[in-house]
């Protein structure tokens, strides 16, 4: 179900292609497409399969100035044209360095199915209503031990604080009709609004 709208000032931006307007909703959030220097929280949607537009591209470069909070939202991971892995190599190459707290991993059709924290080492099913938690097998942990070890560099490096802070920018998979992704889009949102000074 949608996220009601939070006090913080979440924009999103990206291609149509990305479906920036559906998850902007889903959030309580507002699609735009110019800088929006007051903003709390920037949420860049990307599809893997279209790539990332020039004009999307110049927002995201646009907002350096202002140390916003950013996360990368990917979508359309249910078409299989191309995969998670895909747009963080391309986010990281036209944006900035990004890091992927999760990694998606897919049932026997190829279909995103879970994610595994690369924090924990938790996997997540969402292939049911009822989202499953379960520790990840060595097998698992063997396969994304070079990714593990680079996000808990690259978090050490960056410090505790550093999504609030603008300076650590995560992407996270995002299947709405799945709910694949919602919960941990949802965690970051809190972390800002935590980081917000308290309201009188």
């Known amino acids: ?32 497409d110019v800088i929006e220097s007051e903003s709390e929280l920037a949420i860049f949607v990307v599809d893997p399969a ?14 350096d100035d202002f140390q916003i909070p950013r996360m990368v939202v990917v979508t359309h991971l249910e078409n299989q044209v191309a995969d998670f892995d895909d747009a963080v190599m391309l986010a990281s190459r036209v944006f900035d360095q990004i890091v992927t707290p999760y990694l998606v991993l897919h049932d026997d ?4 199915c879970a994610l595994i924290s690369l924090e924990t080492l938790e996997i997540t ?24 070890l680079e996000y808990v560099e690259q978090i050490a490096s960056s410090g ?5 802070a603008g300076l ?30 308290s309201s009188s």
């Open 50 to 63: 279209a790539g990332i537009s020039p004009e999307t591209i110049s927002l995201w470069q646009g907002l």
């Open 125 to 148: 099913d969402y292939s049911h209503n009822e989202h499953e938690v379960t520790m990840s097998t060595e097998e698992h942990q063997i396969l994304i031990s070079e990714f593990r």
């Open 1 to 32: 179900m949608p996220t009601p709208s939070s006090r913080l000032r979440i924009h999103i931006y990206g291609h149509e292609s990305a479906d920036p307007q559906q998850v902007a909703r889903f959030f309580g959030a507002t699609f735009t």
């Open 168 to 197: 650590l920018f995560p992407a996270v998979p995002l299947w709405i009709e799945r709910e694949l992704g919602v919960n941990i889009i949802r965690q970051y949102i809190d972390q800002i609004e935590k980081a917000l000074p």
């Open 160 to 164: 505790e604080n550093a999504f609030a």
């Open 109 to 112: 059709a190829g279909f995103p």
